[in-house]
């Protein structure tokens, strides 16, 4: 099993910056893929970005890229999500995820464990 916690959500004007935290417990492996996901009101969940845990590989929503950042700690076993010059598009919940695979995948049914979600508000 694994747990995963989110934190770092809040509210921030247009063209601000937040960092988001995914604390993660239980057992990971090297070959897991870590994911951020979000859910804006009356919308599907749709993916963000992920890696590897072994930080080699990458993936980010076309919406996102180059504005967001996703890394991870394995020290700290926490993964981040820093989000840049956010718009009030990208008001949603926040999901951390975990999949039991090394390939990165964009879709929700590919991950196995999920967090409860940070809500992140940004006004214009």
């Known amino acids: 099993q694994v747990q995963l916690v989110e934190s770092g959500g809040g509210l921030v004007q247009a063209g601000g910056s937040l960092r988001l935290s995914c604390a993660v417990s239980?057992?990971?492996?090297?070959?897991?893929?870590m994911g951020w996901f979000r859910q804006a009101p009356g919308k599907e969940r749709e993916f963000v970005a992920a890696?590897?845990?072994?930080?080699?590989?990458?993936g980010y929503a076309d919406s996102v890229k180059g504005r967001f950042t996703i890394s991870r700690d394995g020290a700290k076993n926490t993964v981040y999500l820093q989000m840049n010059t956010l718009k009030p598009e990208d008001t949603a919940v926040y999901y951390c995820?975990?999949?039991?695979?090394?390939?990165?995948?964009?879709?929700?049914?590919?991950?196995?464990?999920w967090g409860q979600g940070t809500q992140v508000t940004v006004s214009s």
């Open positions: 890696i590897t845990w072994n930080g080699r590989d990458t």
């Open positions: 995820a975990v999949r039991p695979n090394s390939i990165v995948k964009v879709t929700t049914d590919e991950y196995d464990f």
């Open positions: 239980g057992r990971v492996f090297s070959w897991y893929t």
